[in-house]
């Protein structure tokens, strides 16, 4: 059966003749020895390059069959018009092919060291752009929409409300769809396009809010949301700014990962705020792990953030400026962020985000979105500092994809000035000379937060630690750990 693979056949990218190997198309390599192949690899009349590992395996089957009861490469013609009832639970368990929305979370981790100022520490990035979505955001959506089913808020025929910057829209949207739910979801004129057209996609309803209004103003998108619940009873808010299983979704999901991954050796974990549950369930489980892992919350220039937690800044004087880093930042203080956390920020701008976004893309071929961006450049500024050993980690938060037409459009970033042969437009805002603000001298304590946020309970650190520890028993299969 092995012959019957025609000339020039299409294999794994790799050309199939009969004779010579096709040398252009790329060296093939012995499976078992672990040099390139010689005439003396192959028997009289079979195919060239049915040593490599596929072909060996595809010739196998198609020759011998596999003793299996499942259906296979070698006895597939035989059963696929086979009229025997078929046990479909136990052939979904033989196949373990998961559902789409299993995919969620587990993301892989890679190595960003080339990027570090200091070949002793390591970057490493933690791809959360691997989603289904699109972004991390679906690990909250799936989260909160989950266990407000579990408590009967969300009922079926009931409509998902979410107001958003844009990647929460389109993870609810996305689990709205798959749950069977109808959603509406609003957010504001500075998310792009490609954000817009994804939350559309899955069958809902998208309000675009208008940008720049005070956080207080009906027409913001957040109020717009809160409205829509008050009338209509059974509609759902998400509410993911305020809701405490925003932070619980990472510290059960993100938190975990990381230490695995990472073998527990991580010391750095950074992650621009928008809601705050990433920086807040994911530092928190770490810190819980070990309590020496430093927090890092890089803050685009603008972002009420910086002041009110480094400049000690009451919520009620806070004046957000204009900035245009997508899905990070805040132009209010929301309940679910826990400065507690934060053991440092840094001000960022968008030129610099943006700058290594576009950094990445052509040295190491990866597109992520402006938050990955401001991580990594808070990143590489630790690494100037971090003791040799240091392992950091950054979040990059979505994908490059969303912003086509704005951080990888070389007219829009002329346009806006981010260009490397304009000054930094931003470049005046920033608070004093480019710092952080554990090295301004800036401290935090809960008491003075006034946020409403919901706190974990006070527990000793042998409790925490084992609180932390149910949550790292999960099958971690495939994360490369």
């Not at 504001?188 to 069958?203: I, L, Q, V």
Request: hydrophobic letters at 35%; one cysteine or more; aromatic letters at 8%.
């Amino acid at each position: 059966m092995a012959n019957n693979v025609g000339v020039g056949h299409q294999f794994s990218g790799i050309r199939l003749q009969f004779g010579r190997p096709a040398r252009a198309v790329g060296q093939a390599y012995s499976l078992r020895q672990g040099r390139p192949v010689s005439d003396a690899d192959y028997a009289p009349g079979r195919t060239r390059y049915e040593n490599t590992g596929q072909l060996q395996l595809l010739r196998k089957s198609y020759q011998y069959g596999t003793p299996t009861n499942s259906p296979t490469l070698g006895n597939f013609r035989s059963n696929q018009t086979s009229t025997k009832e078929v046990d479909v639970q136990e052939l979904t368990q033989q196949l373990k092919i998961p559902l789409y929305k299993q995919l969620i979370g587990n993301t892989a981790m890679v190595d960003l060291s080339s990027l570090s100022a200091n070949p002793q520490v390591k970057i490493l990035g933690k791809c959360e752009f691997a989603n289904p979505s699109g972004s991390i955001k679906d690990r909250i959506a799936d989260h909160i929409l989950t266990t407000a089913e579990q408590e009967g808020k969300l009922k079926p025929g009931g409509t998902v409300v979410a107001a958003t910057s844009g990647n929460t829209g389109a993870s609810v949207a996305m689990i709205a769809a798959m749950k069977g739910y109808h959603y509406i979801v609003i957010t504001n004129e500075k998310t792009s396009k490609e954000k817009c057209d994804a939350m559309r996609s899955y069958g809902g309803e998208v309000i675009v809010a208008p940008s720049g209004v005070a956080a207080d103003h009906p027409d913001h998108y957040q109020n717009l949301a809160v409205t829509l619940c008050k009338q209509h009873a059974d509609y759902f808010d998400v509410d993911q700014y305020d809701n405490p299983n925003n932070p619980e979704a990472y510290y059960r999901s993100l938190g975990p990962e990381i230490w695995m991954q990472t073998k527990s050796r991580v010391t750095h974990f950074v992650a621009g705020g928008s809601t705050g549950g990433t920086i807040s369930g994911t530092g928190r489980f770490l810190k819980d792990m070990n309590p020496s892992i430093k927090v890092m919350l890089p803050d685009p220039v603008g972002s009420v953030f910086w002041d009110y937690w480094a400049n000690r800044i009451a919520q009620k004087e806070l004046k957000p400026k204009s900035y245009q880093c997508e899905g990070v930042g805040k132009d209010s203080i929301p309940g679910a962020i826990d400065f507690d956390v934060v053991d440092d920020m840094m001000q960022v701008t968008d030129k610099q985000s943006f700058t290594m976004c576009r950094r990445l893309a052509q040295k190491e071929g990866m597109l992520v979105g402006g938050s990955a961006g401001l991580n990594l450049h808070a990143a590489v500024e630790i690494s100037k500092t971090a003791k040799p050993g240091s392992v950091i980690v950054a979040i990059l938060a979505d994908n490059g994809v969303k912003y086509l037409t704005k951080i990888y459009n070389n007219d829009w970033i002329k346009a806006k000035n981010f260009d490397e042969e304009s000054p930094d437009p931003q470049a005046h805002l920033v608070d004093g000379p480019l710092k952080t603000a554990r090295s301004a001298g800036a401290n935090f304590y809960s008491e003075d937060a006034g946020t409403g946020a919901p706190k974990r309970p006070a527990a000793a650190p042998e409790a925490r630690k084992a609180i932390a520890n149910e949550w790292i028993t999960p099958d971690f299969a495939g994360m490369g750990i």
